[in-house]
């Protein structure tokens, strides 16, 4: 059955008995890496205790099938569960996995984790179809990930931080968690034995990172821009990001965009609208948002997100170039900004 990455916390304090195979799978390699560290957990305190967890290579067990039939059956010596993790799992381990099921009643935990399964991979879709498993897709954080995962980061050390201060790291991790793990980690060990984190400690050790990044590209474009929304895609693509991510991040700010001015057509104003945003905006970006509102109304808005629905079906199904396809859909509402402004 498939859950959602958010479900993980509540699900890993009691782990259903049913449960004997968990597939973690997406391009955000960091959440799989991070919700693979909580099923694990949910066993063994320690992810490296050998007695109670082991790893396996997807391509070693795909060579010889027999090492993971004799892990997977295998009993600790100091007593207890197991868990057998299979790193980079690939769709031949389908029908190997199924075999194993229906050929062993051990109660150890499988867990499968890739970044290269699709959801319709059938290893994928076998985790979504079996009642006994799990299968969690990881894919970018957006604005209210990054928020709920830097909170759960406060809570989880102990840390205290104001809201300005909580603000300004939101807008310093990236949408990739585990690039926000290891900054995360930076700060623990500069923190030390301090508990009261403050702005100046989070500039001094925090990167400013590519989700902070990717927003400022949906801003730029909204505000007309272009050079700017140019300079920070060009930057993005350097960096490595996929044309049809950062489409469907700018899709997302617009659809923002639509839902505050339907409830401004309704009579609310642009300032309670925005001040409804869940989660609540940045506090350095609401003006810009606002001015944003000032710009668009709800027709402006939709034929933006039609291109944009058009420009992401075209990275993926023509053989033009996908980041000049987005690059040319980036300019072109940002330049239609200054003809209606």
């Known amino acids: 059955m498939n859950i959602k990455p958010e479900q ?37 305190n320690d992810i490296y205790d050998a007695f109670h967890v082991s790893y396996l290579d997807c391509g070693d067990i795909l060579s010889d099938v027999g090492i993971l039939y004799a892990e997977f059956n295998a009993q600790s010596l100091m007593g207890g569960k197991r868990v057998v993790v299979i790193r ?48 969690i897709g990881c894919y970018d954080d957006r604005d209210e990930d990054i928020s709920q995962f830097a909170s759960k980061f406060m809570s989880r050390n102990n840390f205290n931080i104001d809201n300005s201060s909580f603000q300004m790291l939101c807008s310093r991790l990236s949408n990739d968690r585990k690039i926000s793990q290891n900054e995360l980690e930076k700060l623990i060990t500069y923190m030390g034995n301090k508990r009261d984190i403050t702005i100046n400690d989070i500039k001094t050790v925090i990167s400013d990172t590519s ?82 509102l000032r710009a668009w109304n709800r027709t402006r808005i939709l034929s933006a997100l039609t291109l944009l629905y058009q420009t992401e079906r075209e990275c993926k199904t023509t053989d033009l170039p996908a980041e000049q396809v987005a690059s040319f859909t980036i300019i072109r509402i940002a330049n239609g900004v200054k003809r209606f402004r």
């Open 8 to 44: 993980v916390d509540g699900i890993v304090k009691s782990l259903p008995n049913n449960i004997r195979g968990v597939v973690i799978y997406g391009s955000n390699e960091g959440m799989v890496s991070s919700l693979s560290q909580q099923f694990i957990k949910s066993i063994s």
């Open 88 to 135: 980079e799992a690939s769709n031949p381990l389908t029908k190997v996995l199924r075999e194993l099921f229906d050929s062993s009643t051990s109660d150890t935990l499988l867990i499968a984790t890739s970044s290269n399964l699709k959801t319709k991979d059938s290893l994928a879709v076998m985790a979504k179809d079996e009642n006994f498993m799990y299968g």
């Open 211 to 292: 989700a902070s990044s990717q927003e400022d590209l949906c801003y730029f474009i909204a505000l007309g821009d272009t050079q700017k929304a140019i300079n920070s895609y060009n930057r993005l693509i350097f960096e490595g990001e996929n044309p049809v991510s950062i489409v469907r991040t700018i899709e997302y700010h617009f659809m923002k965009l639509l839902d505050c001015a339907i409830k401004m057509e309704k009579g609310e104003t642009a300032d309670k609208v925005v001040s409804s945003i869940r989660p609540p905006l940045m506090f350095f970006r609401k003006p810009m948002f606002m001015g944003q």
